[in-house]
């Protein structure tokens, strides 16, 4: 399960933010998860619960938006989703298009608590 350490790595750059900004408490840690970023998002919730269980995260929560796969073709430039691989465009069935999203997992922002 790399779940844990990637909530492992999450917590380390939640923590120094909090620090660097003098917050002691957040109330939820968001993220941005690709489709394709190959986490089970309920694992990462579990792991996230047992890792700031007695830590001063203890309550926050994990909320995470799943970002689509998105391909950009070089031919037409046309952007589009897809639920998985692509190799074409659909608009011009040019071939290779080059995936710009979905593969991320970002901490988009953190909610303070008053």
Known sequence: MHEM???QNILEIV????DKHGVA???AVHLSVG??????PGQ???CFAILTENSRLAGA???????????RCAACCKEFTSEGISLE??????????MIAGRELQVESLEIMD
Do not use: D, F, N, W
Not at 15 to 18: G, P, S, V
């Open 35 to 40: 489709a394709m970023a190959c986490v089970v």
């Open 5 to 7: 350490g990637l909530v």
């Open 89 to 98: 465009c659909p608009c011009c069935r040019a071939g290779a298009p080059e």
């Open 25 to 27: 408490k957040i109330a």
């Open 15 to 18: 923590e120094q933010e909090m």
């Open 44 to 46: 990462m919730r579990s």
């Open 61 to 71: 929560e994990l909320k995470m938006t799943i970002v689509p796969v998105t391909y």
